[in-house]
C-alpha cells in the first residue's frame, strides 16, 4: 500500500493529497520520501520539490518568526509543488508551529499541491495534531510501512552482500535473516561486522563465524522485554506521560491503555501476576488477571476503544504497540 500511494503521488500529483506513510523506525519511510520526490522530480523536471524534517520545519519557522524572514520561510514552503514532511508527530504538542503547519497544509492544499507526511505513528495515533489537521489526512491517503518479514529480511542481507561483493553462503543469510528481526538497520549492522570480521582474520564468512562475531547484536536483538519497556511502548504509542500508568486514575483515557499494558505485559514479558499489578499502580493480581479478560473480550467483540482520547480498534492499538516494541 504504501509503495501504490507513493507511485500514485508522483504520478497523479495533487489528486490524492495529503498522504501518510507511517510505521516503526527503520522501516524506510524517510528513504521512501525523498525517492518520492526524486522519481517526480524525474518525470518532470520542471518541479519544485521540498523534503523537510519535522524538526528542520520548527526550527526554520522559529527563527523567521524571530527575525524578519517570515514571508521567506513560507514562500519556501508554500511556493512548491510537492512538499514533504518527515517525523510529523514531532509536532504534538507545538502549538504555534501547528498553526503554521495548518496554514502551510491549507495554503497548498487549496493550490491543488501535493503533501506527504511520515510518522511513527497512524492518524490515530496524532490526535494531538488537532481535528482539523487530522481531517485532512483522513482525506487523503494513509499507508503503513511494516517491519520487514523474513523473506524481505533475506532479500536485504543477499542484496547488500551482492552490492559489496561480499561472498555470504546461504545458511549464513538465513541465520542473519533469522536472529536480526527489529529492522533494516540492524540487519545492515550484521553484514557491515561479518565483512569488518572477514578483513580482520582473513578467512571466509562461515556459519560459526556468524555466530561468534554476532553474539551480542542477536543477545540485543533478542532481548527480553521487561515491564518498563512495556509501559515505554504504550506511552508513546498513545502520547501518554511517562507516569500516567503507574499513577491510580481510573479515567477511560488512562484507564484503557493501562489495561492493554497489562494484557501485553502478560503476552511479552515473564512478570508475575503480582509484580505487573505492583508494576501498574500498585494494583492487586486480581486486577491484572480481569484486565487481561478484559482485553480479550475487547478483541473477540472487535470492540473500539478510547485510548488517550482518541479511539482505537482494539487490534489496531495492539499491532500499533507491539511495532514500537519491536523497533525498540
Same mark, same amino acid.
Given at each position: 500500500?504504501?509503495?501504490?500511494?507513493?507511485?500514485?503521488?508522483?504520478? %497523479?500529483?495533487? !489528486?490524492?493529497?495529503?498522504? &501518510?506513510?507511517?510505521?516503526? @523506525? $527503520?522501516?524506510?519511510?524517510?528513504?521512501?520520501? #525523498? *525517492?518520492?520526490?526524486?522519481?517526480?522530480?524525474?518525470?518532470?523536471?520542471?518541479?519544485?520539490?521540498?523534503?523537510?524534517?519535522?524538526?528542520?520545519?520548527?526550527?526554520?519557522?522559529?527563527?523567521?518568526?524571530?527575525?524578519?524572514?517570515?514571508?521567506?520561510?513560507?514562500?519556501?514552503?508554500?511556493?512548491?509543488?510537492?512538499?514533504?514532511?518527515?517525523?510529523?508527530?514531532?509536532?504534538?504538542?507545538?502549538?504555534?508551529?501547528?498553526?503554521?503547519?495548518?496554514?502551510?497544509?491549507?495554503?497548498?492544499?487549496?493550490?491543488?499541491?501535493?503533501?506527504?507526511?511520515?510518522?511513527? %505513528?497512524?492518524? !490515530?495515533?496524532?490526535?494531538? &495534531?488537532?481535528?482539523?489537521? @487530522? $481531517?485532512?489526512?483522513?482525506?487523503?491517503?494513509? #499507508? *503503513?510501512?511494516?517491519?520487514?518479514?523474513?523473506?524481505?529480511?533475506?532479500?536485504?542481507?543477499?542484496?547488500?552482500?551482492?552490492?559489496?561483493?561480499?561472498?555470504?553462503?546461504?545458511?549464513?543469510?538465513?541465520?542473519?535473516?533469522?536472529?536480526?528481526?527489529?529492522?533494516?538497520?540492524?540487519?545492515?549492522?550484521?553484514?557491515?561486522?561479518?565483512?569488518?570480521?572477514?578483513?580482520?582474520?582473513?578467512?571466509?564468512?562461515?556459519?560459526?563465524?556468524?555466530?561468534?562475531?554476532?553474539?551480542?547484536?542477536?543477545?540485543?536483538?533478542?532481548?527480553?522485554?521487561?515491564?518498563?519497556?512495556?509501559?515505554?511502548?504504550?506511552?508513546?504509542?498513545?502520547?501518554?506521560?511517562?507516569?500516567?500508568?503507574?499513577?491510580?486514575?481510573?479515567?477511560? *483515557?488512562?484507564?484503557?491503555?493501562?489495561?492493554?499494558?497489562?494484557?501485553?505485559?502478560?503476552?511479552?514479558?515473564?512478570?508475575?501476576?503480582?509484580?505487573?499489578?505492583?508494576?501498574?499502580?500498585?494494583?492487586?493480581?486480581?486486577?491484572?488477571?480481569?484486565?487481561?479478560?478484559?482485553?480479550?473480550?475487547?478483541?473477540?467483540?472487535?470492540?473500539?476503544?478510547?485510548?488517550?482520547?482518541?479511539?482505537?480498534?482494539?487490534?489496531?492499538?495492539?499491532?500499533?504497540?507491539?511495532?514500537?516494541?519491536?523497533?525498540?
Amino acid at each position: 500500500m504504501a509503495y501504490a500511494a507513493a507511485e500514485l503521488a508522483t504520478s %497523479r500529483l495533487g !489528486e490524492i493529497s495529503p498522504v &501518510l506513510l507511517h510505521g516503526p @523506525t $527503520g522501516v524506510g519511510k524517510s528513504h521512501l520520501l #525523498a *525517492a518520492i520526490c526524486s522519481q517526480a522530480r524525474e518525470q518532470r523536471p520542471e518541479l519544485t520539490t521540498l523534503v523537510l524534517s519535522a524538526e528542520q520545519f520548527t526550527t526554520n519557522f522559529l527563527q523567521a518568526l524571530r527575525g524578519t524572514g517570515l514571508p521567506g520561510f513560507r514562500r519556501s514552503c508554500r511556493a512548491v509543488d510537492l512538499l514533504a514532511i518527515d517525523d510529523l508527530h514531532f509536532f504534538i504538542g507545538k502549538r504555534a508551529t501547528l498553526l503554521e503547519l495548518q496554514s502551510t497544509v491549507d495554503s497548498l492544499h487549496r493550490a491543488g499541491k501535493q503533501i506527504i507526511f511520515a510518522s511513527d %505513528r497512524d492518524v !490515530e495515533g496524532l490526535a494531538g &495534531l488537532g481535528s482539523e489537521l @487530522t $481531517g485532512r489526512l483522513r482525506g487523503g491517503i494513509t #499507508a *503503513a510501512i511494516l517491519p520487514p518479514d523474513h523473506d524481505v529480511r533475506r532479500g536485504i542481507v543477499a542484496g547488500l552482500a551482492s552490492r559489496r561483493r561480499l561472498n555470504l553462503p546461504d545458511e549464513v543469510i538465513s541465520y542473519l535473516a533469522d536472529h536480526l528481526t527489529r529492522h533494516a538497520r540492524e540487519l545492515i549492522g550484521g553484514v557491515n561486522r561479518l565483512e569488518a570480521t572477514s578483513h580482520m582474520l582473513g578467512v571466509p564468512v562461515t556459519l560459526e563465524l556468524a555466530r561468534e562475531s554476532l553474539a551480542d547484536l542477536v543477545r540485543s536483538s533478542s532481548r527480553s522485554l521487561r515491564l518498563a519497556d512495556v509501559e515505554k511502548a504504550v506511552c508513546k504509542a498513545f502520547g501518554l506521560g511517562a507516569a500516567d500508568l503507574q499513577n491510580s486514575r481510573r479515567s477511560r *483515557a488512562v484507564n484503557h491503555p493501562r489495561m492493554l499494558a497489562m494484557f501485553l505485559a502478560r503476552k511479552h514479558t515473564g512478570a508475575a501476576l503480582t509484580e505487573i499489578g505492583r508494576y501498574f499502580g500498585r494494583r492487586s493480581h486480581s486486577t491484572v488477571i480481569a484486565a487481561e479478560k478484559t482485553v480479550r473480550k475487547w478483541m473477540t467483540m472487535q470492540t473500539d476503544v478510547v485510548l488517550a482520547d482518541a479511539t482505537w480498534d482494539v487490534e489496531q492499538a495492539i499491532r500499533h504497540v507491539e511495532d514500537v516494541l519491536r523497533a525498540g
